[in-house]
């Protein structure tokens, strides 16, 4: 008797079982720039519908009550967003400050731009987009009241015509001026630039230490001296916050500093002064040490510096620059086990002592600089499988 066995064709080609796909690296790159855009065009929308009708009225009111402080008396604020102006013949002139005559746009524009491009300098940027506003809403303050003026002494159409032709290219040139004192203000001096934006080193970078991406550097005589001044940094520390916390931020910015005098030294001064900023700790002076491990090439300062580290395994690991300064070293010793071990001196040949008895003195042998190690004999397989003996058993 047959028995027929339905047999079921395997699924092949387009119908065969896939492996989800994972994102590409292009794809996660596309995720951060499309999450700064977002953020940017939210701060836009928000601060526009919220700030935009706060800018026309303080606007209108400030031009007013400047030039009625200059002596200017045919002008009124009466009506909210206007601009009233009574001239000598009896016409009378309605300007309205609209979304576009105020500083609004710009103001958002620089805003965005502090969060999405300048937010890796935190307080710095907080400061200069500050500045930059303020900026901003002086000049189109200057702008809106000269237009009033020309209103005012010649009519309408010149007020247009200001408002027009020479208000735009002022506001963009005021825009565009922001935008560079913002820039000027929250990127470091060129005599005390260390990093740029991303961290990395711009200017007095050692020669020894070039490598790509680590952008550009200033000739030594292009960059000016330093010189002590007042800052508002200085102040804050040094007056306003308290001496722990002060102290505190100070060695949290020094943890995160790359000190790049250490490769103008001589290889026998950067031995040693890599072996005195391992020597503080290797938290302290953290980046630092992982610069000099990354560019520097002369094998006696790196042998330093990881005999230095190797000597303070008992420092707990709590962030990932003491992680790899610890990898780096652990591999520099494996690579290289002939450097950390001490040269060995010549043997020095022991005195001979002079019997009483009158025998001649018996010449003794120079000992060894070092006993050969003998490797242990093997265990037996039985004694490998028995439990080591406790502290019961071992009486």
Known sequence: MATAVAVVPLER?????????????????????????????????????????FLQVHEARWVADVLTLAGVESVSDSLERHILVFRADGEIILAEVTESCSSILSVLGL???????????????????VVAVAALLVLNHLRLAGSTLAGLVWGTPALVLFHDWVGTVWNLAATLGGFLLMVCITL??????????????????????ARPGLGYRLADEQVPSSSRRLNLTGLMYRYVLPTRVARW?????EAGRIDYRIGHLPSAERAARVRALAGDGLGAHAA????????????????????????????PV????????????????????????????????????VPDDGEAPTARLPRAAARPSV????????????????TQDAR
């Open 13 to 53: 080609g387009r119908h065969r079982y896939r492996r989800p796909r994972r994102p590409r690296r292009s794809g996660r790159r596309l995720v951060p720039v499309l999450l700064d855009l977002a953020l940017a065009v939210v701060i836009c929308a928000v601060g526009f519908e919220y700030g935009a009708g």
């Open 111 to 129: 805003t965005a731009l502090t969060a999405v491009v300048l937010r890796g300098r935190r307080q710095h940027a907080v400061a200069g987009l």
């Open 188 to 209: 470091p001096t060129a005599e005390r630039a260390e990093q740029d934006v991303a961290g990395r080193h711009t200017a007095r970078r050692p020669g020894s230490w």
């Open 249 to 253: 931020m100070g060695a949290r910015r």
């Open 288 to 315: 630092s040490l992982v610069a000099v491990a990354t560019y520097d090439d002369d094998p006696a300062v790196l042998d330093v510096l990881a005999e230095s580290i190797a000597a303070r395994q008992w420092e």
């Open 318 to 353: 709590t962030n990932h620059r003491i992680a790899a300064l610890r990898l780096w070293a652990r591999g520099w010793l494996l690579r290289h086990p002939d450097r950390d071990a001490a040269p060995e001196s010549a043997p020095v040949p022991e005195p001979a002592a």
């Open 375 to 390: 490797p242990p004999a093997p265990r037996p397989r039985a004694a490998a499988l028995l439990p080591a003996p406790t």
